[in-house]
């Protein structure tokens, strides 16, 4: 079974530039997750999808994040523009049930 | 708020030595505990995890235990070994009950040889 696949794996960019992150979860999974992971901390929850749409979005910022998950499959997050606190790793996970969760690799972002 | 605290931030044992992470939530209708370990620059991998209606589990030389009176519940490391060396994190359910899991600080165990 393939695990669920982010790209790209690094992204540099500068303050106030704008990157997005692709996710594609394992097949049949209806449940996908953007985590955000800060150096030393556990990972928070920026949004939740169950098929294409959101449910639970509470700790998005909405003002520079968004993400879509348009045919209920792959997903992207998008940061416009970016800041110095987003660096961090971006981990997308998906599941079946409301239980197990599998990670992806993440997309470390560093901000400069 | 939601909330998960965990403790020790830094374990460090000998080699067959054993190991103990606890960790405490705040919300009493999470049902799910699972425990998560990331090895550097890797994603988090379930190692184990709990259901409410059970006070123990185990998987060879890892255990998990729940109180659910006391909101608190531990990882068990038996018999550690070099490889059991990473970054281990608790989560439990929101209070939501969509499934979203709010992560513990994550506890960095070190197993010397």
């Known amino acids: 079974e393939a695990g669920v696949a982010q790209s790209p794996r690094y992204k540099i960019i500068e303050k106030r530039q704008s990157v997005a992150f692709w996710c594609n979860p394992i097949?049949?999974?209806?449940?996908l997750y953007w985590y955000q992971q800060i150096l030393g901390q556990g990972p928070k929850l920026l949004i939740q999808?169950?098929?294409?749409?959101?449910?639970?979005d509470s700790q998005l910022p909405k003002d520079r994040f968004s993400a879509e998950r348009l045919k209920g499959v792959d997903s992207t997050l998008k940061i416009q523009p970016a800041k110095l606190e987003d660096s961090a790793v971006y981990l997308c996970?998906?599941?079946?049930?409301?239980?197990?969760?599998?990670f992806g690799p993440g997309t470390r972002l560093t901000v400069l | 708020g939601e909330n998960v605290e965990q403790h020790p931030s830094t374990l460090s044992v000998q080699e067959g030595d054993s190991a103990v992470i606890k960790c405490t939530y705040s919300?009493?209708?999470?049902?799910?505990f699972p425990w998560y370990k990331q090895e550097l620059g890797k994603r988090p991998q379930l190692i184990i995890d709990?259901?409410?209606?059970?006070g123990e589990k185990k998987d060879q030389r890892i255990a998990v235990t729940l109180n659910k009176t006391a909101k608190h519940f531990s990882l068990h490391i038996t018999e550690t070994q070099p490889e059991d060396s990473a970054v281990y994190f608790c989560?439990?359910?929101?209070?939501?009950?969509?499934?979203?899991?709010?992560f513990g600080q994550g506890t960095t165990l070190q197993v010397k040889p």
């Open positions: 919300d009493s209708a999470s049902n799910y």
């Open positions: 996970a998906s599941s079946i049930t409301r239980n197990e969760q599998f």
């Open positions: 999808f169950q098929n294409n749409g959101v449910v639970d």
């Open positions: 097949s049949g999974h209806a449940t």
């Open positions: 989560a439990a359910h929101g209070s939501s009950n969509t499934g979203k899991l709010i």
């Open positions: 709990i259901r409410s209606n059970v």
